[in-house]
């Protein structure tokens, strides 16, 4: 990426808001807001009266586009609805149109307004990467910002790919895949030498010079370049052959299987698609799904189903539209992309993208040939993909309707919540929640508890659930008292990790905060914690004892292991900070600057808990007041 929008979010000049305490929303709003509009392109954003961000556009003309809005009819249900909920406005102003494009796209990824296609997305596409900051290149997985030296080539669609891709990498071209230190510090060849991984630059096994060459056929055949590659590879076998090396002869030619191996494992090899990402939309039963192929250097490098937050009237091409824009907020563009629609921005998007992208960037919607028959290879994996999710969340929603049969609920629970506690022998309890539902997990809404208090018994997990619970389920009431947001909504069901003793203390914390109307059952393991044989334990009711092959059965095993896993990964991290923990962490007024000054003027936290007034006042930033605050901080303690 080379050129960025001049203005952001944060460092463009805004036009006020209405600071006012007035509650008024709607087109009469939204007028007086277009009346201070600039004229020229730029990024709006519409807020309710809790200023929470409603929608964000983007417009040539800022002032014509709000002034649009204001006249409070002609518009779809959508539409009108945004305008009745809003109550404020704010503007940022560009330079052209491309740069207000991209800049919509990155404040909608990042805000996710409620009436904005939003890309539901939270993971990176991983890259090939040979290093360029080390005088023998690595070739590695990277994931994140391409801040590091070298060249990258993707993204690839899974990690999975990523790493079968570079195994074969390393059959054909010999490179390293080990880090700096462990390059430095080799005195012989390993293994990936001995199994013809690694051509073993770090004892002298290749020159730099012949390794140079290998990384550069490397690199060749990921630019595409690969029947040239293999021809001078078959041209060096040869060669090898006449000389009577059959050994070098033998070790090109496992170097052309493996890569004949990549190419054969391709599925979809276009000989007219070289470097194109390739977008197709379907619609179902209100839901869209976008379906994305990955193609560089005529490779076929994964694909990934997409199911972006959408409102249900509106058609795929808009949707579409939206998903592009964001889609390539946080990662480079291809010379091509392929749509299976035809959309209202196609010239501006790819606009948009080749100023970002630093390249020329041709965004076409195929009529015809092999790449319409691609795009239309697409929009059948986007159909199949849709069916499938359908398909997942009828069969969720039919177990949960069972669920809520069996324990007696009035209707299938929308919001199911899971606690469990992890500590070893005592020690850094940490209790973790878990929100599911028809849906699936909403991993947003995970909360942890670090367990504290010297009154709470080391290993009582009866005392560990009740502060658990009772901190969750009071911050819920002070929330629902006050109106404020929903994160801490009221669950339709609390599953417990434990037997009797566990359910009987989160019924005891449920009646004292008056929600007697929750509905509360515990999970308990099976005898020698034996999957398949779980009891359900519900207050004044009789047990349960499913059949081990019931699906409600394992809908609960599957909820109470994440919130498990949840649980013993935040245990770990506790304990983990705890063994770099110091004790000058607790004392107040010390932050990390002047922790630091201390450790370096004394040596140790040790020397600092014995250090006397007038020494701690020598230090660089301690006052004689925090000096005399430290002394006293460690001589209460004895």
């Not at 054909?172 to 991984?197: H, M, N």
């Not at 390539?328 to 035809?342: G, W």
Request: one cysteine or more.
């Amino acid at each position: 990426m080379t050129d960025e929008p001049t203005n952001s979010a944060d460092e463009a000049p805004l036009v006020k808001r209405n600071t006012d305490a007035d509650p008024e929303t709607g087109a009469n709003v939204i007028a007086r807001h277009a009346k201070l509009a600039p004229p020229g392109p730029g990024v709006y954003r519409m807020f309710d009266a809790d200023e929470q961000v409603l929608y964000v556009g983007k417009a040539r003309h800022l002032k014509k586009r709000v002034q649009s809005y204001a006249r409070g009819s002609g518009h779809n249900n959508r539409i009108a609805h945004m305008i009745a909920d809003t109550a404020a406005m704010e503007f940022v102003t560009t330079k052209t149109e491309m740069e207000a494009l991209l800049l919509e796209a990155n404040l909608i990824k990042r805000l996710k307004p409620r009436y904005n296609v939003v890309l539901r997305d939270d993971k990176s596409f991983p890259f090939i990467l040979i290093s360029r900051d080390h005088p023998v290149p690595q070739i590695l997985k990277h994931r994140g910002a391409r801040n590091r030296k070298g060249d990258y080539f993707g993204p690839f669609a899974s990690a999975g790919a990523v790493g079968r891709t570079i195994n074969t990498l390393q059959r054909a071209f010999l490179l390293r895949s080990c880090s700096d230190g462990y390059y430095e510090a080799r005195t012989r060849p390993c293994l990936l030498y001995q199994i013809k991984r690694c051509s073993a630059p770090c004892t002298g096994e290749i020159s730099e010079d012949a390794y140079g060459a290998l990384v550069e056929e490397a690199m060749g055949f990921l630019r595409g370049e690969s029947d040239e590659v293999k021809h001078r590879l078959r041209a060096l076998m040869e060669a090898a052959s006449e000389s009577q090396n059959y050994e070098r002869a033998a070790s090109i030619r496992d170097r052309l299987t493996a890569l004949s191996h990549i190419q054969s494992h391709q599925g979809i090899n276009p000989h007219t698609v070289k470097d194109a990402d390739v977008f197709a939309a379907h619609q179902d039963a209100g839901q869209t799904c976008i379906q994305v192929f990955f193609f560089r250097a005529g490779n076929n490098w994964g694909n990934r189903a997409y199911f972006p937050r959408a409102d249900k009237a509106l058609p795929a091409e808009d949707v579409l539209e939206a998903f592009i824009a964001q889609f390539y907020d946080d990662k480079p563009a291809p010379r091509h992309i392929l749509l299976s629609h035809e959309i209202a921005g196609q010239r501006l998007l790819a606009d948009a993208l080749e100023l970002k992208a630093g390249h020329k960037v041709e965004v076409l919607t195929p009529q015809r040939g092999e790449r319409r028959e691609l795009v239309e290879h697409v929009r059948v994996n986007a159909q199949e993909a849709l069916g499938r999710r359908l398909a997942e969340h009828a069969s969720q929603r039919a177990i949960y309707t069972r669920l809520a049969e069996l324990l007696d609920l009035d209707e299938p629970p929308e919001r199911v919540e899971v606690y469990d506690i992890s500590h070893i022998s005592g020690t850094n309890p940490v209790g973790g929640m878990i929100v599911a539902g028809p849906e699936g997990f909403q991993k947003a809404q995970y909360r942890k508890f670090n367990m504290k208090g010297e009154d709470l018994t080391p290993g009582d997990d009866y005392a560990m659930m009740r502060q658990m619970l009772t901190r969750r389920f009071s911050r819920l009431l002070k929330e629902r008292e006050s109106d404020e947001d929903e994160s801490w909504s009221m669950p339709d069901l609390v599953l417990i990790d434990g037997g009797p003793g566990q359910l009987s203390a989160a019924h005891g914390v449920l009646e004292e905060l008056g929600l007697t109307d929750i509905n509360l059952a515990a999970v308990a393991k099976g005898p020698d914690r034996n999957a398949g044989r779980e009891r359900i334990y519900r207050k004044d009711k009789e047990t349960l004892l499913l059949e081990p092959r019931d699906p409600v059965l394992y809908c609960i095993q599957t909820l109470r292991d994440e919130a498990h896993r949840f649980a013993i990964g935040a245990h770990r991290m506790r304990r983990k900070k705890g063994f770099t923990a110091s004790p000058l962490d607790e004392v107040p007024g010390i932050g990390p600057t002047r922790k630091r000054a201390l450790l370096q003027h004394f040596g140790s936290a040790k020397a600092v808990s014995r250090a006397g007034v007038a020494d701690l006042e020598t230090v660089g930033g301690i006052s004689a007041q925090m000096a005399k605050t430290i002394y006293d901080f460690f001589h209460e303690r004895g």
